[in-house]
């Protein structure tokens, strides 16, 4: 189911994905433990940022039948526009300094370092879905040429 046919509709383009909603499930887990437990300098800042693109591709893929590339190129212009967002404080101008939702959801300074995490998160979907490709293709390959 992945990837895009001549023809098809918006709607068809709609399903459910159990297995990238339980990984979403697990990284959303994951995330609320990193920011309500993990005060550090290196996982809270980096890892937080290096999953949280994982994480979107994963709730993406639940849903929505796109390719590899498609999700994964839409997740990362996702984060950047939010990253960007940060750079000109779109939160403070909408009023939204005191909240803590607003600073959790759309992030409170920008940095190139979060740039880069959400790049090398993105990386590592497209590698492993690649891997995850490959492997079952070679499965596939083998169960109808067995002698």
């Not at 550090?40 to 639940?62: A, C, E």
């Not at 498609?70 to 939204?96: C, K, N, P, R």
């Not at 979060?114 to 596939?140: A, P, Q, S």
Request: net charge positive; glycine share 8%; with cysteine.
């Amino acid at each position: 189911m992945s990837g895009s046919t001549n023809g098809s509709t918006i709607a068809s383009r709609f399903y459910f994905h159990k297995g990238y909603f339980l990984l979403f499930l697990l990284l959303l887990g994951l995330e609320i433990v990193i920011a309500a437990y993990v005060h550090d300098s290196f996982i809270r800042p980096y890892g937080g940022d290096y999953l949280v693109v994982i994480f979107l591709y994963s709730l993406v893929r639940s849903f929505l039948d796109l390719s590899v590339r498609l999700a994964a190129i839409l997740v990362l212009l996702f984060s950047y526009l939010i990253e960007t967002l940060q750079y000109f404080h779109f939160a403070d101008h909408l009023g939204l300094k005191a909240s803590s939702l607003a600073r959790i959801l759309l992030g409170s300074y920008f940095s190139w370092t979060d740039i880069l995490c959400y790049t090398l998160g993105i990386m590592t979907v497209v590698g492993l879905e690649t891997i995850k490709r490959n492997f079952y293709g070679l499965i596939r390959t083998r169960a109808i040429h067995r002698p």
